[in-house]
């Protein structure tokens, strides 16, 4: 019983240090990253990894506080992954020279079909 306990030990010790790698190249892509949604995925995925982390670290210490500090943190990622891409959309409207507001889609896709009349 307890091989079988030091064998499970090792495969969550084991799968935290593998997280740990994927985090670091997914800290490397969301600083290199060619574009801006691409460095919004990879935090987006960091955030995920140490999700599980904190999952499995919960499981290999038999601390159930761990997992609500799990559901609270998914919460806090998935609210910060929504504010970035809300930014990113803003700059991007901006760059177009068109309006970010929820009024403003239809004044955009005439103004769309009005550049493509002229061209």
């Known amino acids: 019983m307890e091989l079988i306990q030091k064998a499970y030990d090792a495969l969550l010790i084991g799968s935290m240090l593998v997280l740990a790698v ?15 949604a691409d460095r919004i995925i990879a935090v987006n995925m960091i955030g995920t990894m140490i999700i599980m ?8 210490l038999g601390e159930n506080y761990l997992t609500d500090i ?7 990622s998935f609210l910060g992954v929504v504010v970035l891409c809300k930014v990113y959309t803003g700059v991007y ?5 068109m ?7 239809e004044d955009n896709l005439t103004g769309q079909g009005a550049e493509e009349e002229k061209k």
Do not use: E, T
């Open 53 to 60: 982390i904190i999952a499995v670290l919960s499981v290999y």
């Open 22 to 36: 994927l985090i670091i190249f997914s800290m490397l892509r969301s600083v290199r990253g060619p574009g801006i």
């Open 99 to 105: 309006k970010a507001d929820l009024n403003a889609i």
């Open 70 to 76: 799990c559901l609270i943190y998914a919460l806090i």
């Open 93 to 97: 409207l901006q760059k177009k020279h």
